[in-house]
């Protein structure tokens, strides 16, 4: 079976401190693909990053940083210096067959001045 | 417009009322998904498209869903005989061909069954 938890329901933090919204992924596949996203109040997914299994390498985009640990089955993400702009649900999704996305249910982050 | 649109933003329908949603995809994407995200959860599929062969339909949750893209770009889900279970917001990804595996999201239509 494949799944996503996405333990944290809700973070709250104040301007300028650093968050990490913890994902755990479950899958039987060798190779398989992660995904972060982003909703802003507005309602639309904005996509954020996407890694395959075989590269282990962290990535840094800006204040942005992911961090994949298969021996772990986690798919981390830190926001540095947070900002009020950061205040969203952020879903980790996990590829299924035919290219679905399995989502798990979220952690809503808020920052607060 | 660049990005996938979805209409009406809004929608209420009194239990029992059938509905119809829209969605344009990224002009080319080949891939159509669409997906329904109850208040507070994430996203759950419920089917795909490739070009206008719906190859997935796992995840449509009874019989009162249907879901079609006759021409390979423009999708609709129909919703029969709504049930006040069926509010949710309903979601249209498009992706691209190829090894670009990352979806882009619509804006979702609000669905509100009386």
């Known amino acids: 079976a494949q799944k996503v938890t996405q333990a944290q329901t809700e973070i709250s933090v104040v301007e300028k401190e650093d968050v990490t919204l913890d994902c755990v992924y479950e899958?039987?596949?060798?190779?398989?693909?992660l995904f972060w996203y982003k909703q802003p109040p507005s309602g639309e997914l904005v996509f954020l990053i996407r890694?395959?299994?075989?590269?282990?390498q962290n990535e840094i985009s800006g204040r942005y940083s992911w961090n994949f640990q298969k021996s772990t089955s986690s798919f981390n993400f830190t926001i540095t210096a947070s900002q009020v702009v950061d205040s969203a649900v952020y879903f980790c999704?996990?590829?299924?067959?035919?290219?679905?996305?399995?989502f798990g249910a979220g952690t809503r982050l808020a920052v607060h001045p | 417009g660049a990005g996938v649109s979805q209409s009406p933003r809004y929608k209420v329908a009194k239990r029992g009322q059938d509905v119809a949603l829209r969605c344009d995809p990224i002009?080319?994407?080949?891939?159509l998904f669409w997906y329904q995200q109850a208040l507070g959860q994430g996203p759950e599929f419920l089917t795909y498209?490739?070009?206008?062969?719906?190859?997935?339909k796992s995840g449509l949750p009874s019989d009162r869903f249907f879901a079609e893209r006759p021409e390979g770009s423009v999708s609709t889900l129909k919703i029969q005989r709504t049930q006040q279970e069926d509010s949710a917001v309903y979601l249209c990804?498009?992706?691209?061909?190829?090894?670009?595996?990352?979806?882009?999201f619509g804006p979702g239509t609000r669905l509100t069954v009386t």
């Open positions: 990804a498009s992706r691209a061909s190829g090894t670009s595996y990352e979806q882009y």
């Open positions: 899958t039987r596949d060798t190779t398989y693909y």
């Open positions: 890694r395959n299994s075989f590269d282990e």
């Open positions: 999704a996990l590829r299924g067959g035919y290219n679905k996305l399995i």
């Open positions: 002009s080319g994407h080949v891939s």
């Open positions: 498209f490739q070009n206008e062969a719906q190859l997935d």
